[in-house]
């Protein structure tokens, strides 16, 4: 079974660098598929960050675009999202996903000081 | 990019009806790559429908998704306690990868 796990800093100061983590099991990231970040702020609907395919292409929102990240560490089975200059804007919870059917449980960002 | 318009915004029903939820894009849906999630509250999203109409691993039979092109549409044949949730449907086809604002099923 394919789980996903987010994990990062819960509270990030406003104009520095959110940087998540999420960690792979019961699947190597390396065979394949679109591995992606989407994220909710509190009491609003899903919004699509961006994916990396296996091969290390990258496709981002682009509302986003210029702030976002993704890149893949297939030694950890893990890939991670680096979005610079945050604003409280970006306050959400946080979802890795593989494809469209396998979602982690999601993460908390609070970008307060 | 692929705007998703969902309708209604809340369907009210009742535990035994039927819900009908509309997922209408902006342009043609790639290779009918849609799909239906269910969430609700404190949990993550969890795919109820991919490619238009294939039901997930593990999900009642209750649940079907039909459509192709711009038009898509999420029944629910007869609604349990358990399905009173948010639905979304998101366009994977085309990037960037988009939702829609979501439906709110709520019991009447």
């Known amino acids: 079974q394919v789980q996903l796990q987010e994990s990062g800093p819960g509270l990030v100061k406003p104009s520095e660098t959110l940087s998540l983590t999420c960690s792979v099991s019961?699947?190597?990231?390396?065979?394949?598929?679109?591995w992606g970040w989407i994220r909710q702020p509190p009491g609003k609907g899903l919004e699509w960050i961006g994916n990396i395919f296996h091969s290390g292409s990258t496709y981002y929102n682009p509302s986003l675009k210029s702030r976002v990240s993704i890149s893949v560490d297939t030694s950890k089975n893990q890939f991670s999202l680096r979005l610079s200059s945050v604003t409280a804007a970006d306050t959400a919870v946080y979802y890795c996903?593989?494809?469209?059917?396998?979602w982690g449980q999601g993460t908390l960002v609070t970008v307060s000081s | 990019e692929i705007v998703l318009t969902q309708s209604p915004g809340t369907l009210s029903l009742s535990p035994g009806e039927r819900a009908t939820l509309s997922c209408r894009a902006s342009?043609?849906?790639?290779?009918?790559?849609l799909a239906w999630y269910q969430q609700k509250p404190g949990q993550a999203p969890r795919v109820l429908i991919y490619g238009a109409s294939s039901r997930a691993t593990g999900i009642p039979d209750r649940f079907s998704g039909s459509g192709s092109g711009t038009d898509f549409t999420l029944t629910i044949s007869r609604l349990e306690p358990e399905d009173f949730a948010v639905y979304y449907c998101q366009q994977y086809g085309t990037s960037p990868w988009t939702f829609g604002q979501g439906t709110k099923v709520e019991i009447k």
């Open positions: 342009q043609s849906v790639s290779s009918s790559s």
């Open positions: 996903a593989r494809g469209v059917v396998f």
């Open positions: 019961g699947y190597s990231i390396s065979s394949g598929y679109y």
